[in-house]
């Protein structure tokens, strides 16, 4: 299942964060939402020019298709809007039942 990752780029020896597991269901309608470029087979780190937090999309080998090759996705935006858009993506809970 793909993964995202919220990192913090002031913390050096912070890869990043796990903030969701998805199904390929909820990765694709949060693909339809925000867009991402490949950053290749290592974990990306805080390049020039980009915010010092951002997100990642993981795609493991078992998970590779004919668009999603394996690997790390840096998502383009900041991790507010991302956010927004994996809170649109899951299914809301249910409200628990009373007896």
Known sequence: MPNIYYCNGLANSD????RAVLSWEECRNLLKLCSVQY???QFPTMAQGRASDFAVLRILDEEQDDKWQVGFYSFDGDILQIEECVQTCFPNPSPPVEN
């Open 15 to 18: 890869l990043g964060r796990l």
């Open 39 to 41: 950053a290749g087979l």
